[in-house]
């Protein structure tokens, strides 16, 4: 067998005989660039056929698995976002009508978002097409095995940069 820096590997390197040297390398490199392709596409379908962007969709997500409301930080921490922006995106989904924002508690420094009945019928819709997508593009490209390593992998970096930050 070969060794993996003469294997003709996929790439979108720009010269590709410049790739990363080692198959970790590689490996991380693949990742990226194939991820990024991953959400680029996610991303197109869903706005094309639900009208939702997929940092929209998530949050909704985010907000329907949270039995329907969650604080506005929480809700920013969970999406590995600035607090400016999660006010951002959640003053787009208020004004389309998914979502409900108000002031919480006597200093009314905090806020809850909520998930009104539009929002959920949006979701409904979305996840049924997000999760075709899933399948189509991702899912049924894994191989027998697969599926459990990469649950390991990203669960140990998931942890690890949970607990890092």
Known sequence: ??????????????????REHGTDRQAWRAYWEATALLRDRLEKQLKDEANLSL??????????????SMRMGELANRMVFAPSRITYRIKHLVERGYVTREVEGADRRG????ITDAGRDCFRDAAQLHSAQVEELFLNRLQPGDAEVLLR?????????DTDS
């Open 111 to 114: 806020a809850v978002a909520t």
């Open 55 to 68: 940092t929209d969709y998530n949050l909704l997500l985010l907000l329907k698995e949270a039995g329907g």
């Open 1 to 18: 067998m070969t060794s993996s820096s003469t294997v003709s590997r996929w790439t979108r390197s720009a010269n590709p005989a410049h």
């Open 153 to 161: 992998v990203f669960e140990d970096v998931g942890c690890h940069l």
